[in-house]
């Protein structure tokens, strides 16, 4: 994404909320999002076509000296296919990673409780012994 400059959406872009609420389980429902999400042509922007928020309150941000300005909301150009997919891609590698932290806790946990593979071989052993 750096190497092509494509924008990283925040965990909480519109765009990547329908897209993990959608959990697409194949290529085909990923690129079907990559699809919709273009046809949306929004790239995630509200509907309000004035400068106000949801709760119709002035859009305002920060400039360098830390004053409060007026947001100009223009319509948001749409996101492009590749950063759709390079942010679908990125949502999907953050969970497997999540998912694998997950994994070795458990294995750490199970490895602390009930020892290694030689340890429990050895204590099969053993228990085979003494019923002979």
Request: glycine residues 6%.
């Amino acid at each position: 994404m750096r190497q092509r400059k494509l924008p990283e959406l925040s965990p909480v872009h519109p765009a990547l909320k329908r897209f993990k609420a959608l959990k697409p389980q194949t290529v085909e429902e990923f690129a079907a999002w990559v699809a919709g999400e273009r046809e949306r042509g929004t790239g995630g922007s509200t509907d309000h076509k004035d400068n106000t928020d949801q709760h119709r309150q002035a859009r305002t941000c920060r400039d360098s000296q830390g004053e409060s300005v007026p947001v100009c909301v223009s319509p948001c150009q749409s996101l492009s296919s590749a950063c759709l997919a390079a942010n679908g891609a990125l949502s999907l590698l953050n969970l497997a990673c999540y998912l694998l932290d997950r994994q070795l806790a458990a294995q750490a946990k199970t490895f602390e409780q009930e020892g290694g593979f030689t340890e429990r071989l050895y204590r099969k052993r053993t228990q085979a012994r003494r019923r002979k």
